[in-house]
Every structure is written in structure tokens, then in C-alpha cells.
């Protein structure tokens, strides 16, 4: 995995989107994945920056072999926040009656693989699959 | 980066990447906007929950008021994602 630590902040995003674009040129992607995988790290990283309140720190690694791609998120000193286990977004009812929050995580579960979560330590890891074309 | 350019006609032109940590100068800009409204999307190459967010809000403030919002020339990435959020069906894309 290669791995790298950046500010809890929003201002983290732009730097996040260049160090995914670096790790699928060495893996030989095809750069339009790149919209999919900054997509699915900046709905989980903004639900750590805003509900977190843990350490100034968040740990991006990315890994996996062949087609597949591992993103691992790794949140220090937080509260425990499940995003497997977050009720599901009806996105079919009419926009009036639409509640505001959940639909990064719903666009998260429409874009990934699988998504796992794990707490120990006061430490929330969540771990996505994403199988991409060459 | 992320551009918003809002036009006197009612066209307004996104570019650039429309993510978390520009939803808010989206969202200042686009309060400029109080008649209907065409969104260009020709050159916004990213767009976030947030940045939908955004888009629903004026959305409902436009159409609370009596005017249409229009979105065209979006590239078929960032329209998918406008139908994974169930967007499409609401909005006017073009």
C-alpha cells in the first residue's frame, strides 16, 4: 500500500486528487478513473472532517494488484461512525421530501465494490474495493 | 480549482472541480441568480455529494420562485452521478 497522511481539513482534497492520480499512473490506470476513486475518498474523508473530531490527521493509503484497487482511510482519536452501517438514502422520493445528509454515502455504496469498517484503538479504518479497467 | 462565472442572461458557467471545499463559494455565487436559469456544465470536470447539494438548493430556491433551472452539456460521468442521486428525474438535464 502506499500510504500518506493529510490535514483534517477540506483543503486536503486537492492534494488527495493528485496523490490518487500519481498512484493510478504507476499502476498503468486509465486516468478517468480518477473521478471514481476522488469521489469515493471525499465522501468519506468529509464525513470524517465534519463528525470526526479526532486526531489533525487523516491516513489515505492505496493499494491492491491487477484491476483491483484498495482505498483505506484511517481516522485517529474519533468516536466510532459506521458508514457501512448508515440507513439508506430513497433517492426515488420527490426532492421536497428529501432529508439533507447521507447521499455521499449513497453515492460511496453505487460507486465501490465493497465497503468495510473497523473501530479499535479509538481508530476508525474504513476499507473500499473498486474493480477499474486498465 | 473551481470557476463560476454568473451571467447577466441567466446562463452560469461551472468549470473546474465543483467538491466539498468549494460548495460554499458555489452556493454565494449562485444566490445571485433570481430569474430562470441555465447551468453550463461544458467544462466542470468533478462533482461531489456537496456540489449537488449546491445545485438542489438553488434548484428549490429558483423554483419556489416561479422560475426554471436548466443544466446542459454535462460530460456522461457527472451526468451518472446526477442519476445515482436520483437528480435526474427531478431536474431538467439536457
Known sequence: MMERRFPRDLGSLEPMSRFVAGYLDSRGFDPEHGYTVDLIIEELFTNMVRHGKGGPEVDLALGGEGKDLIIRLRDYGVEPFDPTAAPEVDVDRPIEERRAGGLGIHLTRKLADTMSYEYRDRCSVITVTKRLAL | ?94
Open chain 2, 1 to 94: 480549482m473551481f470557476e463560476i462565472e454568473v451571467l447577466g442572461d441567466g446562463r452560469i458557467r461551472l468549470a473546474g472541480r465543483l467538491d466539498a471545499a468549494e460548495a460554499d463559494r458555489a452556493r454565494t455565487a449562485l444566490r445571485a441568480v433570481s430569474g430562470p436559469a441555465t447551468m453550463d456544465f461544458e467544462h466542470l470536470e468533478y462533482i461531489s455529494s456537496a456540489g449537488l447539494g449546491v445545485i438542489v438548493e438553488s434548484y428549490k430556491r429558483l423554483h419556489d420562485a416561479g422560475h426554471s433551472l436548466k443544466l446542459v452539456r454535462l460530460k456522461p460521468r457527472i451526468r451518472t452521478i446526477f442519476t445515482y442521486a436520483g437528480l435526474d428525474k427531478v431536474l431538467t438535464i439536457e
